[in-house]
């Protein structure tokens, strides 16, 4: 259980792979689900996604909000594949 402050980035970062080699998807789309249920989808597309190096993304999400966020990023077509994950924002008085 990853647990950060309100207000700090949190980076998460995923690999893709097709049969164990990094693979760069065609389409890269991370979804975040706020505490009150607000989701923001974002895409490499847009450069709002991060890649690193070849089959390497990661997304520094912003958190203003107190409980827990989950997210999935996923990519299509050349590297079809799924990784999801939660995190807990706290405040510094708790």
């Keep these: ?3 950060y402050y309100i207000r700090q980035a949190v980076r998460e970062t995923v690999t893709f792979t097709v049969g164990g080699v990094a693979t760069d998807p065609t389409t890269v789309v ?3 689900k706020e505490p009150d249920n607000t989701e ?3 895409t490499y597309a847009l450069a709002q996604i991060t890649k690193d190096s070849t089959g390497v993304y990661h997304k520094d999400i912003s958190t203003d909000q107190v409980g827990w966020h989950f997210w999935e990023m996923y990519g299509t077509g050349a ?3 799924a990784t999801q994950g939660s995190f807990e924002i706290v ?3 708790d």
Excluded: D, G, H, L
Aim: glycine share 0%; with cysteine.
């Design 40 to 42: 923001t989808v974002y």
């Design 30 to 32: 991370m979804t975040v």
């Design 1 to 3: 259980m990853a647990r």
């Design 91 to 93: 405040s510094y008085f």
């Design 79 to 81: 590297c079809e594949a």
